[in-house]
């Protein structure tokens, strides 16, 4: 604790100074632990007192390893972790060795000449342990350019520590003359791994099967995790094996697991670990310099050691540089690559372990005099190490260039600036208004809450300066007396290029996020994305390579029975066996017996091996069944990570416009996204079909997920809002966390029937009625790869739900269809094309579960696009005929089957309308949640709607409105403006249509109203309806719907309403006080149209007196 504040108060002393060396708290535990030895060593008494001098070397390395090396392994990013293994693999072992070598040669001459050769190697070896918690911590803070490399360095640091162990083993072994035979070291190798991977794998299965059948509490699982790399470690180092490969195999299968946990306990781990590996550094360092080098090195070692213990520091990191010169043509050809800068950085950042300090002082009875000399050069390689490398890491990252920002990213961090300045200005405006805080010290308010620009550079640059650091530039033309725009220079399309794909990469960073959080996605599945997108930031063209997620598409398991040969063989070796006893048997012997016995004997064993073949063909099918059950596994994952990626790149794709303003750019970018996104959603598609199972299993454990965040979130509403306590709050979430432990146990999920797929389409809606006489008349119609679902030209006979297979869409935008949609917002007929691509070719696949030919059917409108089928493919049809007598069956103007279909319709074309206004344009899923309680009602008799108090938003999904106050006209597809309160619709006789377009609403009504409730409010009917027509209006049926069914209490505040009169044309309100919601009159009346509404005061159910009454009131 001491050391740490003091490094933190020497590195923050004086606020104006800038240093370039940070050493680490390591460094002011060693001078501490020097400080302190010096005193215990002339003062007996003290050293009683202390604890450290009485711990061993094995003590001191049993608390050390398990905990800084399971927090490695555990804090690990596995996917990462396992891309670059062989790079990892390279670096740890033949570059590792080559350097261990190389430097124990040097520095034997170095030393002293007089050491044998295996005592150079040994040291060489010892000091290849590295430990860069600090280096790491460092790179995190100054740059977001460095991932590949921390990754290689934490990776180097994992496994570098049981390769030094193996080879410190050997040579112990071969200096005690236990190890002389090439074959002994064979196995002292194959010993010492094989053991130690299989008893790591052997405990962390058994504490997976505890974490996943005990309490999920986080204080059961940290103590389950506490004791088990110990427990790892202490049985392997029991075996003869390596505790640390050990604790390895162990940390990675916890880091697997961690995706099973929840972001608490997961929290609570990570930070557990990193305090248990630094405090167990800490003691390691006191227990080495208080106990070790201050009383039996220091006093032993000559002057000239000192000088040359730098030239050691020195040698090592060159011999480490020329190794990974040696090395760098392969290590820049596999797995992501390297380059010159990055392998510069990984050479300089492996900052030395204390390890070799414990494993020479426990090892000190094999040495004689250089044991004092091991300890005293490995401790100082390790004290400069830290000091130059670890302290200089800043000065290191500023030469390589990697702390360099880009001009648009200067610009960037300085609108963000003014932004938030421009926030604490009106925030301080905000609270000089209060009158308990008016006395304050506004300057002092001021000084405390300036934000030092991140970047240094000017946060009170002009808009000018801004523009010119974008690269904008102008000319003035001399003929029109214009400034003009100038195109850019290569230079700057450039980076104008690259600035708009790293604001692209962080929306899909934002976008993988936001599904997390929403519980779309795993834990797992989001570090390997965003893992992606900080490696396509480090490189020059800032893009996702998807060719790993393209190889775990095409993965494929081909497994050859080979028991047929195992079994010849066997036979074979048991026939020599037999051949040998019969020999033995008629030799001539003077105990015959015994040989009759060795000879039953045999046959016995033979009989035995029978046994276990058989065993081994029954132990094939369950081998291949658990084989194909992890391929499920995989692959289950690799659909998860291909969904979670194309729900990405579509939301990327509707902020697309708002996000880059330069039209070139945009539409390369936006090319390049669309192809991305269509090649994974084929390949999701055909992963569908050969294994319909794990789609099914994925969707539905996403939505149960998705379910119990929502859940989770209702629960911390509830608590906030003061509904529960803490204790039922508690409750609450103890049943919450059972569900996700359930979700988490949940096996494959089988495909469902057919007509469960038919039932559960979306705007089905649970009408059992008309899905049973749906059902009845459906018709099956299959399509081999290439088939014509849909011409372009040719009107849907009806709808088409796809139960298995893959469809393709392609549209190409036509000149007549873009005019109807702009003059008078007639829809192209397209299927799931967003309205923000209908300007642009787009080609789409559409999977099973989904719907098509629905626009067509309802508006009797030939197809604009071609819709064809990639692969075999099964749809259900609804013929035109079908769909319209099921209209009939529930023809509800508001929920009915028809404006069922329309809400369906309308959802796709309404999310990236919603997502374009200020209130959604960062929270789709808030957007998605306005959707679900919006409705389409029907609006064929209806001329002009008003809007009242309980809808929130409106959109025109179809036709052309106007604004009655401002004559101001809106063409579909659009969002209409809260400031309109009066529309009229497109059969009013004050818009002049050439064409028969019936429009459609999208109504969003308030969260604590429905949609009955909303036309309930408006009193007026459509005077085009004549008193005694059969047809009745939205008002009526809602009327004779309350007439039929009891309704809930808060209906009845609705009803409560006496006799009252609406002026129609707006002017004036004659009596009552309620909005009106829908007006069917037209402003050319010479009267104002009004009607009563008489109320039966005894059950208080509105009803007519008689029917409504038509009169005009002259003024």
Excluded at 499 to 523: C, D, F, G, P, V
Excluded at 853 to 858: D, I
Aim: with cysteine; charged share 20%; hydrophobic share 45%.
């Amino acid at each position: 604790m001491f050391a740490e504040i003091a490094r933190r108060k020497i590195v923050e002393f004086g606020p104006d100074r800038k240093y370039f060396i940070r050493p680490p708290y390591v460094l002011f535990v060693l001078i501490v632990g020097v400080v302190w030895g010096v005193v215990v060593y002339h003062n007996k008494s003290l050293a009683m007192d202390f604890f450290l001098i009485d711990l061993k070397s094995s003590e001191a390395i049993f608390i050390f390893l398990p905990p800084v090396v399971f927090k490695s392994a555990f804090c690990l990013d596995v996917h990462t972790f396992l891309r670059t293994l062989p790079q990892i693999m390279i670096i740890s072992v033949p570059i590792a060795l080559v350097t261990g070598c190389l430097t124990g040669f040097i520095m034997k001459y170095l030393i002293d000449p007089s050491w044998l050769l295996v005592t150079g190697l040994h040291i060489g070896i010892l000091c290849l342990p590295t430990f860069v918690t600090h280096v790491i911590h460092r790179l995190r803070q100054l740059t977001t350019r460095t991932i590949h490399t921390i990754n290689l360095l934490e990776g180097e640091a994992l496994l570098n520590i049981g390769c030094v162990l193996i080879a410190h083993t050997i040579i112990l072994g071969y200096r005690s003359n236990l190890i002389v035979h090439w074959y002994q070291y064979m196995a002292v190798t194959a010993r010492i791994i094989s053991f130690g991977i299989v008893i790591g794998y052997v405990h962390g299965f058994i504490l997976r099967f505890l974490i996943r059948k005990t309490s999920t509490k986080p204080q059961t699982i940290v103590i389950l995790m506490t004791g088990f790399p110990f427990l790892a470690f202490l049985n392997a180092s029991l075996a003869g094996s390596s505790g640390t490969l050990s604790v390895v195999t162990f940390g990675i299968l916890m880091a697997i697991e961690r995706s099973t946990l929840s972001k608490q306990t997961e929290d609570l781990l990570n930070y557990m670990w990193r305090s248990l590996a630094a405090i167990a550094d800490v003691v390691v360092c006191l227990h080495v310099i208080t106990t070790i080098i201050t009383t039996e090195v220091l006093p032993t070692i000559h002057l000239k050691d000192y000088l040359l213990v730098f030239v050691a520091y020195i040698i090592y990191y060159i011999v480490r540089f020329i190794s990974f010169m040696l090395f760098s043509p392969v290590l820049s050809r596999i797995g992501a690559g390297i380059t010159f800068k990055n392998m510069v950085l990984v050479v300089w950042g492996g900052t030395k372990n204390p390890i070799g300090f414990m494993l020479v002082d426990r090892a000190d009875y094999l040495f004689d005099v250089e044991y004092r000399k091991f300890i005293f050069y490995l401790a100082g390689i390790y004290f400069f190490s830290h000091l130059i490398n670890g302290g200089l890491i800043a000065t290191v990252l500023n030469v390589l260039g990697f702390t360099d920002i880009s001009l648009a990213r200067q610009v960037n961090m300085n609108n963000c600036i003014k932004h938030i300045f421009k926030k604490r200005a009106q925030t301080v405006a905000i609270l000089k208004m209060d009158r308990f805080l008016s006395d304050a010290d506004w300057s002092t308010v001021d000084n405390a809450t300036t934000l030092k620009h991140p970047y240094t550079i000017g946060i009170h640059s002009t808009d000018e300066e801004d523009e010119a650091l974008m690269g904008y530039r102008y000319a003035y033309c001399s003929d029109c007396n214009l400034e003009v725009l100038e195109e850019p220079t290569p230079k700057q399309m450039k980076e104008m290029i690259r600035e708009a794909k790293m604001r692209i990469l962080k929306a899909k960073k934002m976008s993988y996020s936001r599904q997390y959080e929403n519980e779309m996605m795993t834990h797992e599945s989001i570090r390997i994305l965003i893992h992606a997108v900080e490696i396509a930031m480090e490189t020059e063209d800032a893009e996702i390579v998807l060719d790993g997620l393209h190889s775990r598409f095409n993965e494929e398991v081909r497994i050859t029975s080979i028991w047929n040969i195992v079994d010849f063989v066997v036979l074979v070796a048991n026939c020599f066996d037999l051949a040998l006893d019969f020999h033995t048997l008629t030799s001539s012997y003077e105990y015959v017996k015994e040989y009759d016995l060795n000879l039953a004997l045999a046959v016995m064993r033979f009989i035995r091996l029978i046994r276990l073949i058989h065993f081994c063909r029954d132990l094939q099918p369950n081998l291949l069944r658990y084989l194909e059950m992890r391929v499920d596994s995989r692959m289950a994952f690799t659909y998860e990570l291909g969904r979670s990626y194309v729900a990405g790149e579509e939301e990327v794709l509707e902020m697309l416009p708002y996000m880059i303003d330069h039209e070139v750019i945009r539409e390369h970018i936006r090319q390049k996204i669309e192809a991305d996104r269509l090649d994974i959603i084929r390949l999701l598609g055909l992963l569908q079909k050969d294994k319909p199972w794990i789609s099914i299993t994925v969707k539905t454990k996403q939505a149960i997920r998705t379910v119990l965040c929502s859940m989770k979130a209702a629960i911390s509403e509830l608590k906030v809002s003061g509904w529960i306590d803490d204790f039922e709050g508690r409750k609450l979430t103890n049943l919450m966390d059972e569900l996700y432990k359930n979700v988490t146990v949940m096996k494959s999920v089988q495909p469902s029937a057919p007509k469960i797929i038919f039932r559960e389409v979306e705007w089905m809606a649970g009408d059992e009625h008309v899905i049973d006489f749906l059902f009845e008349n459906v018709t099956v119609k299959k399509f081999e790869p290439g088939d014509v679902v849909f011409e372009e030209g040719n009107v849907a006979e009806g709808i088409y739900i796809v139960v298995t297979g893959l469809l393709c869409i392609k549209y190409s935008p036509q000149k007549s269809v873009l005019n109807s949609l702009r003059d008078f917002g007639e829809l192209p007929i397209v299927d799931y094309i967003s309205c923000i691509q209908f300007h642009n070719s787009a080609v789409d696949f559409i999977v099973s579960g989904n719907c098509i030919g629905e626009l067509s059917t309802l508006t009797r409108r030939p197809y604009n696009c071609k819709i064809i089928a990639d692969i075999h493919t099964q749809v259900y049809v609804l013929s035109h005929g079908v769909i319209k007598r099921a209209m009939e069956l529930n023809s509800d103007p508001i929920s009915g089957l028809e404006c069922r279909i329309w809400k369906s319709v309308s959802t796709r074309i309404a999310l990236p309308l919603l997502m374009s206004t200020s209130t959604y344009e960062s929270s789709p899923y808030q957007a998605k949640f306005a959707l679900e309680r919006a409705f389409v009602p029907d609006l064929a008799h209806i001329k002009m709607f008003v809007v009242n108090e309980a809808i929130e938003n409106i959109l025109l999904i179809e036709g052309i409105v106007a604004d009655f106050h401002s004559r101001q006209i809106f063409t579909a597809p659009c969002c209409i403006p809260r400031t309109v309160h009066r529309l009229i619709l497109s059969n009013n006789s004050l818009l002049n249509i050439p064409i028969d377009i019936e429009t459609k609403l999208l109504i969003i009504p308030e969260p604590n109203w429905e949609d009955f409730e909303i036309i309930l409010v408006g009193e007026s009917t459509c005077e085009v309806i004549p008193v005694n027509s059969d047809t009745k209006c939205l008002h009526h049926v809602v009327q004779n719907r309350l007439l039929k069914t009891k309704k809930e209490q808060s209906r009845k505040d609705f009803r409560n309403h006496r006799r009252y009169a609406v002026d129609l044309t707006g002017k004036n309100l004659i009596k009552g006080n309620i909005p009106t919601a829908l007006d069917t009159s037209q402003s050319s009346n010479s009267g104002d149209l009004s009607f009563y509404l008489h109320e039966d005061e005894s059950d208080r159910k509105p009803k007519y007196a008689s029917e409504p009454q038509i009169y005009f009131e002259k003024k």
